[in-house]
């Protein structure tokens, strides 16, 4: 633990920048440091120096929960248009679906 009382935090390097690390057992130790860490920026828990989880805002968490469902949406459409451009038909899809073989 840090002077002051203020739980230590590292910062390394991720696919997504810089991100706030704190070791497994400090987390426990200080969850409500950790919770309010995690308001301002997501932080990376680690395990024996690997990560084993993040911790983040519920409102980081629908930031990215709704951009997946978007992408999710997008590539539907997308590949929805694709069959019907090739002449796949509704009853032809349900056949499809309904083939378990």
Known sequence: MSAGGAMALSCHL???GCMKEIAAREANNRFGYLLDAA?????CVTKKGR???VMMSVQQYERLRGAAWERLTATMDAL???AS???LTQAQLEVLLADEG
């Open 14 to 16: 991720s696919d997504y």
């Open 39 to 43: 308001q301002s920026a997501p932080v």
């Open 51 to 53: 990560a084993v989880g």
């Open 80 to 82: 929805g248009g694709e």
């Open 85 to 87: 451009a090739k002449g």
